[in-house]
């Protein structure tokens, strides 16, 4: 499956639809994703750090403690992490809200193909970092991002200001949303090869 086929189906799935999209979806899914593709600036940070659990939170150099169980095990046993934030830009948000206006249906499309686009350029930093890290003997656990399982929302202002994320443009909305809206946080564990799941 190419890429195209790949956001597609992923865009998909974020509209709700099961399988591959197919009819209307399809036709206004192929509308979409150029127009997202277009609009999107694709920025990142990735740091490397000191990052290890002690008693139910994850430290993270000596910046910040996260309070959750699912990163303690995630974490578990491990010394080090990387930290990353990526952004798709403004540029992006403007054209779907925009498009909300006029033409909602497309506008829910450009920004499902957005959500796949954004997850399909963190993995393929993550193959980059799996790459790089290869010759250490180390490879990544998969990515966990604040606001999934236990691991607090409130973490993500904390985290981005360690990152310097507004050096690409990110910030968060007195809600605690990111802006750009198209953007992620997430950790992942450093781990000696022999132990990748």
């Given at each position: 499956m190419d ?10 799935r ?22 997202a593709?277009e609009e999107?600036q694709?920025?990142s940070?990735?740091?490397r750090?000191?990052?290890?659990v ?18 303690c095990?995630?974490?578990a ?5 990387l ?5 798709l ?13 006029t033409?909602?249906?497309l506008g829910?499309?450009v920004?499902a193909?957005?959500s796949a ?14 790459a ?12 966990f ?6 691991a ?9 200001y ?7 443009g990110v910030?968060?909305?007195s809600g605690?949303?990111?802006?750009p ?6 950790l ?10």
């Open positions: 890429a195209k086929a790949r956001t597609l189906r992923d865009a998909a974020y509209l709700g639809i099961r399988g591959e999209p197919a009819g209307e979806a399809l036709a206004v899914l192929e509308l979409a994703y150029p127009m593709r999107a694709p920025r940070l990735i740091r750090a000191p990052m290890r002690h008693e139910g939170r994850l430290l993270i150099a000596d910046a910040m403690a996260i309070s959750s169980l699912d990163l095990r995630l974490f046993g491990a010394r080090e992490g930290a990353l934030a990526v952004t830009g403004a540029p992006l948000d403007a054209l779907v809200r925009r498009l909300m206006l033409d909602p249906a829910a499309a920004g193909c957005a686009l954004v997850d399909a350029f963190i993995d393929g930093l993550v193959k980059k970092e799996n790089s890290l290869k010759a250490e003997g180390l490879c990544l656990s998969p990515r991002s604040p606001g999934y399982g236990d607090p929302l409130s973490c993500q202002e904390p985290l981005l360690w990152l310097e994320a507004r050096r690409i910030s968060l909305t605690g949303l990111m802006l809206e198209k953007s992620v946080t997430a992942m564990a450093l781990r000696p090869v022999e132990e990748e799941p």
